[in-house]
């Protein structure tokens, strides 16, 4: 992701009262997530992942259904529009579908310790902003951490598409990690803002907050913690040292 606009950020929207490392030292680009996850967060976080796949999976489905429905007594060769928009739309179906997979694979699926198969966790984020109308910026220094750090930076990235329905710009930076949102409306629910500090009891998780809530607890495993501020139109989210 390009980083332009990273130096337009105006300091008086910093969170007040975090702790700052200056930068991320060794311990920090190491340290691993432990712990087990309720069987709730779990299907919380399949159902999640479902939903995400159906859009793309069902308009390939549509697109197949298309051309089958052609009537082969015309021949597609006749009706070269009708072909390129039917195979138009199974292809970047197929695409949204593969990148949401690799997001969420990485985002859901890695495991502490593993190495990164496949493409870089960036790379894998912007495919992933690529299928919603976000643009996005994935500061380079980030992509030197742990991959535990940078599974927890994809999953911040996640929490912020959900607060751009409209689409935005997410901005990703360090020292330490932190995510702005910014983009009309940028929101956050009180719901969401509950899951990110883990004060959500698991039995009232919903499909909605299990996101935020799995992104608290990739935080803990760091010994960190999230904060949330919001202004009109930017909602901020903050990797913190716990007080």
């Given at each position: 992701?390009?980083?332009?606009?990273?130096?337009?950020?105006?300091?008086?929207?910093?969170v007040?009262?975090?702790?700052?490392?200056s930068?991320?030292?060794?311990?920090?680009?190491?340290?691993?997530?432990?712990?087990?996850?309720?069987?709730?967060?779990?299907?919380?976080?399949?159902?999640?992942?479902?939903?995400?796949?159906?859009?793309?999976?069902?308009?390939?489905?549509?697109?197949?259904?298309?051309?089958?429905?052609?009537?082969?007594?015309?021949?597609?060769?006749?009706?070269p529009?009708?072909?390129?928009?039917?195979?138009?739309?199974?292809?970047?179906?197929?695409?949204?579908?593969?990148?949401?997979?690799?997001?969420?694979?990485?985002?859901?699926?890695?495991?502490?310790g593993?190495?990164?198969?496949g493409?870089?966790?960036?790379?894998?984020?912007?495919?992933?902003?690529?299928?919603?109308?976000?643009?996005?910026?994935?500061?380079?220094?980030?992509?030197?951490?742990?991959?535990?750090?940078?599974?927890?930076?994809?999953?911040?990235?996640?929490?912020?598409?959900d607060?751009?329905?409209?689409?935005?710009?997410?901005?990703?930076?360090?020292?330490?990690?932190?995510?702005?949102?910014?983009?009309?409306?940028?929101?956050?629910?009180?719901?969401?803002?509950q899951?990110?500090?883990?004060?959500?009891?698991?039995?009232?998780?919903?499909?909605?907050?299990v996101?935020?809530?799995?992104t608290?607890?990739?935080?803990?495993?760091?010994?960190?913690?999230?904060?949330?501020?919001?202004?009109p139109?930017?909602?901020?989210?903050?990797?913190?040292v716990?007080?």
């Amino acid at each position: 992701m390009a980083r332009h606009g990273l130096d337009r950020f105006n300091p008086q929207t910093a969170v007040a009262d975090v702790v700052e490392p200056s930068s991320f030292s060794a311990e920090h680009r190491h340290a691993a997530p432990t712990g087990t996850v309720d069987l709730r967060v779990l299907e919380l976080l399949s159902a999640r992942l479902c939903h995400e796949l159906s859009g793309p999976i069902a308009a390939i489905s549509n697109g197949v259904e298309l051309l089958a429905e052609e009537d082969p007594g015309l021949g597609l060769s006749t009706n070269p529009a009708f072909l390129h928009d039917a195979v138009a739309l199974v292809s970047e179906s197929a695409r949204r579908a593969r990148c949401r997979l690799q997001f969420y694979r990485f985002a859901y699926g890695f495991s502490s310790g593993s190495m990164i198969a496949g493409p870089a966790p960036h790379e894998i984020a912007i495919g992933f902003l690529s299928a919603a109308n976000i643009s996005g910026d994935y500061a380079e220094r980030i992509r030197t951490l742990s991959a535990d750090w940078q599974k927890l930076a994809c999953n911040l990235l996640s929490v912020g598409a959900d607060a751009l329905p409209r689409g935005g710009r997410l901005l990703l930076t360090d020292g330490p990690l932190c995510l702005e949102a910014v983009g009309e409306p940028a929101a956050l629910s009180p719901e969401a803002r509950q899951a990110l500090m883990l004060a959500t009891p698991i039995a009232d998780l919903t499909a909605r907050t299990v996101q935020p809530y799995f992104t608290g607890l990739l935080a803990k495993a760091l010994e960190r913690s999230l904060i949330a501020t919001a202004e009109p139109g930017r909602v901020r989210l903050g990797v913190v040292v716990p007080r």
